[in-house]
């Protein structure tokens, strides 16, 4: 008898789309439990859900037509998972062959997890005395923020020394990942607009600011600080560097 949660996965499907339907398909099947599979003609829905058992149905928005697209669907949600199929000549699977389609779905989820296993057992095992060494990288500047340099030391997750000339300001922005920050050199404020919080920071002085929040900085000396961002380096602007000046100067 089937485990009840793969019974259940059974029952659940999706359907995306783009204009190849081979993008959202890779993007899906990176979720566990997902088998994506792209389908630009009836027949290969009906084999993706008779052979793959697939649980969500890629289409493409450039090769497909309407009608197509309609009986794609119609054909894929209508066809069991092992039944007649144009692979197997639209005749029942051979028992041996519907034996290992029947044992595939459990199988499937197995794929790649001994390896993962290994790999951070392996890692585990390691000592490395030197993860990251950065030597001989300069400055560049940062266009969208007058006043700005940066030092990458890494790439990601990303990991910089940033430099701001006395008066500058960062608008208000916001970014993908969250990020620690320690000040090196110097002085600045740092108004947290999302949680209505502000913070004065100088040497020394540690902050941490989660994805997302928006803050605007203004900077009373020349700064220097080390941040780290949980992932890679973004920045999203909410605000234009006039409205942060006037945004201040009402404080």
Sequence with gaps: MLDPMIQWLREIRGLV????????????????????STCISPDDAKNSRSINNSNVLAVSGTATDKETGIKILE???????????????NVPW?????????GSIEEMSKIGVRVIEDHLKKKES???????????????????????????????????????EAGSLEPAHHHTFGHDVVVMKGSKKVW????????DLGVGDFLFTPAGDVHRVKYFEDTEFFIRWDGHWDIFLDEDLNAAKDAIAKE
């Excluded at 490395?128 to 560049?140: H, V």
């Design 75 to 89: 054909t894929w949600l209508n066809t069991p998972f092992k039944s007649p199929c144009p692979a197997s000549d």
């Design 94 to 102: 051979p028992t041996e062959i519907d034996n290992f389609l029947e």
């Design 192 to 199: 947290n607009l999302s949680k209505k919080e502000s913070y």
């Design 126 to 164: 390691e000592s490395c005395t030197i993860c990251n060494l950065a030597k001989n990288r300069e400055f560049e500047p940062v266009d969208i923020m007058p006043g700005t340099c940066m030092k990458i030391v890494r790439e990601s997750p990303t990991s910089a020394i940033v430099r701001f």
């Design 17 to 36: 789309a783009c204009g190849t339907g081979v993008g959202v398909s890779i993007f899906a099947n990176k979720f566990p439990s997902v088998y994506s």
